[in-house]
């Protein structure tokens, strides 16, 4: 019988997809073969996480479930100054009030990740050491080892210039730099890991240990996610998917992942769930309506990790319920017959339900669709004036339109009369 070889963390990571870039791919694949401590931080502008925090925080988890210490670090410090990373514009400034507020309700979710328990991993908070600073010394001390054409030339300073950058922002890169200094010394934290657009910041806070320290340390960044048809990963027409359940709902949340583009199921449950990659290729096989089996896996999962098995289930059977009561109805479901040659230019969908009936008119059509009420084959519609062409339809040549919960309406290719 052939014995498989362990995956190491760091073939888990490329695997997985969450390696964009490292400072020493070598040293840190060495690294993570034996016990490090890592961290990732997190600025608390909003009292919950949402779907595109996922992939730091799936990476701590994946750190503490291969014996590492992993450190989640709110910024409780660095977020009253914002992060110009990543923004067009200047953060709104949060009050310590609401900083301090955000960040207690995000200690909660970190638990659903990571075992805070014996020291497995450590939950701080830079506002500790930051808020204690001075400024003279700090700039004595730490801004003297910092070369301000350095700093412009990171990418990310570079794009805000072209928008403006506030002095108060500059300051960000020395401040995440003393984190990492920080950390190190006083944690013994050798690896800091973020999203792609943390590279330079994690850079300086390389450069700043070796300056203070003579010693090295490294860095991993996180690739931007974007869901196969280009938009950045939990936005939707309604705002971010949250995982506080007052947010976003447990149903809602499950929603989410099982209208997963077909395109991102395999890439999406190697991201955001810790099924076996061997499975995850095993659902990445499946084509059609079997693809179906595969978003219903990865729906469950990702919202077990955050809402529990019990929420994961009732949201599960109340999805499954819906789905199977429209399969029911299919005989029954109004249809029109519209050309082939009509699809092929294009409608906008907007029109569709108005034709269909679905709708009065084509301004209560897109008051419909604008308030998340349309849905094009059981996925919420984005834009009111989506265009639906023949890729839309079905191997049967069918569109299933549908307005609030109950009102369905299906349209049905023929050939050009």
Known sequence: MEVREKKTLFEVFKERGFIEQVTDEE??????????????????????FHVGNLVPIMALSHMQRSGHRPIALI????????????????????TYEEIQRNAEAQKKQFSRFLDFSEGKALLLNNADWLTKLNYIDFLR?????????????????????ETGLSF???????????????????????IQMGGSDQWGNIVAGIDLIRRLEGKQAYGITFPLIKTADGRKMGKTEKGAI??????????????????????DVERFLSLFTFLPMEEIKEYGKLKGAEIRKAKEVLAFEATKIVHGQEEAERARDASRVLFSEIEAREDAIPTTFIETKKMKEGIPIFKLFEIAGLSKSSSEARRLILQGGGYLNKKRIDQFDQIVTLNDFNERGEILLRAGKKKFHRFKLI???
């Open 242 to 263: 949250w995982l506080d359940p007052n947010k976003t709902s447990p149903y809602e949340y499950y929603q989410f992942w099982i209208n997963t583009d077909d395109r």
């Open 27 to 48: 040293r840190i694949a060495e690294l993570l073969e034996g016990r490090v401590t890592c961290y990732i931080g997190f600025d608390p502008t909003a009292s919950s």
């Open 75 to 94: 910024g409780g410090g660095t977020g009253l100054v914002g992060d110009p990373s990543g923004k067009d514009e200047m953060r709104q400034i949060l």
């Open 141 to 161: 001390e730490i801004g003297v080892h910092f070369s301000v054409n350095r700093m412009l030339a990171t990418e990310s300073i570079k794009i805000r210039l």
């Open 168 to 190: 108060i922002e500059f300051n960000y890169q020395l401040l995440q730099a003393y984190d990492f200094w920080y950390l190190f010394k006083h944690y013994q934290c050798l």
């Open 415 to 417: 050939e050009n009369k």
